[in-house]
């Protein structure tokens, strides 16, 4: 088994990420992250750490915000 194919890179980059899909790695972004923890009951609320990477100047878009929250049942 290769490493690649056990562990996803964590990439929020456009330009990453893309780069990252060409080589065949998985990817997870800070999103995803976020509702990992939730499932895992680490936190509550996926909702303060979207609008902490936003304050960031992290760009997040509403549509993406949304199905977040979606997923993460919020």
Known sequence: MCIRDSYPA??????????????????????AILILAKRR????SIAPGLQGLKDAGLY??????????EQAGE
């Open 10 to 31: 964590i990439l929020d980059d456009l330009a990453a990420r893309r780069c990252a899909e060409a080589l065949g790695l998985k990817i997870l972004g800070t999103g």
């Open 41 to 44: 009951r680490l936190i509550a």
């Open 60 to 69: 997040l878009s509403d549509r993406l915000v949304q199905l977040l929250k």
